[in-house]
């Protein structure tokens, strides 16, 4: 990811109502208006935008709800985590210890970057490590025996 690639993303997450339009649009599995939505955006629908992103091309809007989208799905992942580990400590009815979990200040760490930094994305290690722990944690069978 570029430089470049970042201040295109920042637009999204600077703009709210942008960002839930797209948002809304990636969930009901319209990628094509959720790019249409992202260039009328920066062809001056609205006048706060800065001037390097007037008249951007078509392929620089698909790249940048491409990167947004991969993003959105990434976090949505995350959000699942936590909630798996809550679920898993609520099922065991050991409060505390979610409370002083690490796991869950690595995910909620992980998810405060991934929201407020343009510049920042997940290493494939991290994503290695989130996988596993998503099978530690999710309640099957074999975990509920423990429980």
Do not use: Q
């Not at 936590?82 to 979990?101: A, C, E, F, Q, V």
């Not at 996988?131 to 509920?144: A, E, F, G, I």
């Amino acid at each position: 990811m570029t430089v470049k690639d970042t201040n295109w993303l920042e637009l999204i997450y600077d703009n709210g109502d942008l960002r839930i339009t797209i948002d809304e649009y990636l969930a009901d599995g319209y990628k094509i208006n959720a790019i249409k939505e992202f260039k009328l955006f920066c062809n001056g629908v609205v006048s706060s935008i800065p001037e390097w992103a007037n008249k951007p091309t078509l392929r620089r809007c698909k790249d940048t709800i491409d990167i947004y989208a991969n993003r959105l799905n990434i976090t949505t992942k995350m959000e699942l985590l936590k909630k798996t580990i809550r679920d898993y400590y609520n099922s065991k009815g050991d409060y505390l210890s979610l409370h002083t979990n690490t796991d869950t200040d690595f995910i909620n760490e992980a998810y405060d970057k991934m929201i407020s930094s343009a510049e920042w994305k997940p290493t494939a290690k991290i994503l290695k490590d989130m996988n596993n722990l998503y099978n530690k944690y999710k309640l099957t069978k074999r975990n509920l025996k423990n429980v």
